[in-house]
């Protein structure tokens, strides 16, 4: 999370006066107080609302969810015939899209430059994953010449004056000799060409993830409009980051004006304000949050959150959902139906859930399987392995392509409607495990590893076609590593857990043949281990021999 610090002065003449029922509704809001000073309050602002990382953000927001602020539109200014920027193909290698605007109109001085500033860096270290995903540049509008080109050139020949440094450097020796450079260069790293923005006149504005011109990159009191882009590698990404600063620059009193990006033959206008349509059932609402709510009152609290609403097709007609909600287009956070019972219940007010007691009588106690896990690890841990956690979610490529598997079509479970790449339920955490020696490569070795997780299997006999199995694999990578090695950490392993087994003959996909063993429990198979096949170290980039075993651990709790 990040930690928002707003002066306490300007808070209060946004919101009111601060006392302990604003700081209990600033916990409740979701963004809970982590320090405060007679002049300073910080908070918490979790990754899904970059929204509020700012005081104009944060005060839009808070100050519908106390019932005070109305749901604000933006509206985008027609551009002028010379607001364009030109995306040329010899960026696509490098970082491939941008989105941008131009805001006029704003009043600027120390403190709001600051903002601003804070706004941005927070965005990148956040929203941005430190400049990988979005890099954010601000520039004063009186010292460009527009229209604006976005392409890539070799290092060698990128020459300007970056901000804070005395003098005019190549591109390379940004990376080498600018504090920004040397922080930011393994963004760049292993690139022919970088990119850059240039205006009209050939003056370079920016060396996008890197660091603005001093030039024409440098925003000053005198400063009145601004060109604002974000460079990296998701439009969908670069979007939702231009909407939150061109809102935020509106409620500082900018106008915003759209801008022609021309992308090969693909023409559009940035940014796009409007709303993201998204249906909502009522009775999915009170179902999840047990509560009786008619259709206004859902309506109601949903504005509380800055979200409109409009009548909904419903059962009866082509819908799914009797309300439609309007939801911002600076909001990230609005993926599935779900989040928007989330902010229902944020305007409802978690203190104003009634606790109710279950009518059951249970006895709670832990279950076999967990008791087994724990085990395993302990285990595991006290031979100097080290505990990994991926995501159940994969790619195509990772989960089966890159371990040598070629029929996986009729095995692998497809994500519909995925909101990243990745869209395939993972079948197996041997392949997990060589993704993550892939992305270690440059740590130190040996590098012993384990997980325990689910993967997922068809099933037509199960509720969902889809079967979840507990899984154990260990992957071990070093110059020295082999069957041998694994084999003695399954044989402790097992009897550890006073489990009988024996390893026959096998082979896997992924595996060297001859070097991958089956093992059993009472006759029945749960796995395998050996040594993996160098096309798969290849393709990895992973430069020692790496040996693995994986199994099933419902197995070794229910043999039969």
Request: proline fraction near 4%; charge should be negative; include cysteine.
């Amino acid at each position: 999370m990040t930690i928002l610090t707003l002066n306490k002065k300007e808070l209060e003449e946004k919101i009111g006066k601060i006392d302990d029922k604003i700081r209990s509704k600033i916990d409740m809001f979701g963004t809970p107080v982590d320090d405060e000073s007679d002049s300073e309050i910080s908070i918490e602002v979790f990754p899904n609302r970059p929204d509020l990382l700012s005081l104009e953000g944060f005060c839009r927001g808070f100050l519908g969810f106390l019932g005070k602020g109305k749901i604000k539109e933006y509206r985008v200014e027609k551009p002028d015939r010379d607001f364009k920027v030109v995306i040329d193909k010899s960026v696509k290698k490098v970082r491939p899209f941008t989105s941008c605007a131009i805001v006029k109109g704003i009043k600027f001085d120390e403190k709001r430059i600051l903002e601003v500033i804070e706004l941005q860096e927070k965005l990148h270290g956040s929203f941005g994953r430190n400049r990988k995903k979005v890099a954010i540049g601000i520039y004063p509008l009186e010292e460009i010449k527009l229209p604006i080109k976005y392409y890539a050139k070799k290092p060698e020949e990128i020459k300007f004056r970056p901000l804070e440094f005395p003098r005019e450097i190549n591109g390379r020796q940004i990376l080498s000799q600018h504090p920004k450079g040397r922080d930011y260069a393994e963004l760049l790293a292993g690139c022919d060409v970088f990119p850059i923005f240039e205006d009209a006149e050939g003056s370079i504005l920016s060396m996008p993830p890197i660091i603005n011109s001093e030039k024409t990159g440098k925003i000053s009191n005198s400063t009145k409009d601004v060109f604002v882009e974000c460079s990296g590698f998701d439009k969908e990404y670069l979007d939702k980051a231009i909407n939150i600063i061109s809102c935020a620059l509106s409620d500082m009193g900018g106008k915003i004006y759209g801008m022609e990006v021309e992308d090969g033959n693909d023409k559009y206008l940035s940014p796009n304000l409007e709303s993201e349509k998204m249906e909502i059932e009522v009775e999915y609402v009170n179902r999840n949050l047990g509560l009786s709510l008619d259709d206004v009152e859902v309506k109601g609290l949903l504005g509380k959150m800055g979200i409109g609403c409009e009548k909904g097709k419903g059962k009866e007609g082509k819908g799914k959902g009797n309300l439609v909600a309007l939801i911002p287009a600076y909001r990230n956070d609005i993926l599935h139906e779900i989040d928007l019972v989330e902010e229902v219940a944020i305007a409802y007010g978690y203190d104003n859930f009634e606790l109710e007691i279950p009518e059951i009588s249970t006895i709670g106690e832990e279950s076999r399987i967990s008791i087994m896990k724990n085990k395993i690890r302990e285990i595991l841990v006290g031979l100097g392995l080290l505990e990994i956690s991926t995501f159940h979610l994969s790619t195509k490529e990772k989960q089966f392509k890159r371990i040598g598997v070629k029929e996986f079509k009729d095995r692998m479970i497809e994500v519909l409607d995925s909101k990243t790449e990745n869209n395939v339920l993972r079948d197996s955490l041997f392949a997990q495990t060589i993704m993550v020696l892939s992305e270690n490569s440059d740590a130190s070795y040996p590098q012993r590893i384990f997980e325990i997780g689910k993967v997922f299997r068809l099933d037509d006999g199960s509720d969902v076609g889809v079967r979840e199995v507990e899984k154990l694999c260990v992957t071990l990578c070093s110059e020295s590593v082999g069957f041998t090695e694994v084999r003695q950490i399954l044989d402790y392993l097992m009897r550890m857990l006073s489990v009988s087994y024996e390893v026959r003959e096998g082979s896997r996909e992924g595996f060297i043949e001859g070097r991958v063993g089956e093992v059993f429990v009472e006759g029945k198979s749960v796995g395998f281990l050996g040594e993996v096949k160098p096309s798969v170290l290849k393709n990895g980039r992973i430069g020692m021999p790496v040996a693995s075993v994986e199994i099933g651990v419902d197995e070794l709790i229910y043999p039969k």
